[in-house]
């Protein structure tokens, strides 16, 4: 998997509002009513961050329900417990075009 890098906000900056606005839209065509939030170190100036975007995704509690299709990522990560990291990076990338990719058909 390689030593971990780090880079300075700025060089990440551009990138990562980028990819956030593009996945708030898909994410919103989904779920209309959840508060969708840049989180991480892309989001906060002056960080050091390995470069990765981190979204978080509320729902109020009385949708949740409708939101829970999401249950699909957490049993994602329990098959990867303990196996190579590189290899759950791939299938989790897999996983998310495969979910923002129905919202674009859908639409």
């Given at each position: 998997m390689g030593n971990v890098r780090f880079h300075s906000y700025?060089?990440?900056r551009e990138r990562a509002e980028e990819a956030f606005r593009g996945h708030h839209a898909r994410l919103s065509s989904l779920l209309p009513y959840a508060d969708i939030q840049h989180v991480g170190s892309t989001a906060i100036p002056g960080a050091r961050t390995k470069g990765?975007?981190?979204?978080?995704v509320r729902v109020p509690p009385g949708r949740f329900a409708e939101?829970?299709?999401l249950a699909?990522?957490?049993?994602?990560?329990?098959r990867w417990e303990g196996r190579p990291m590189?290899?759950?990076r791939e299938e989790k990338a897999a996983f998310f075009e495969r979910l923002l990719g129905s919202v674009e058909s859908e639409g």
């Open positions: 700025e060089e990440v990765d975007l981190d979204i978080q939101a829970e299709r699909e990522y957490d049993a994602l990560k329990a590189d290899a759950y």
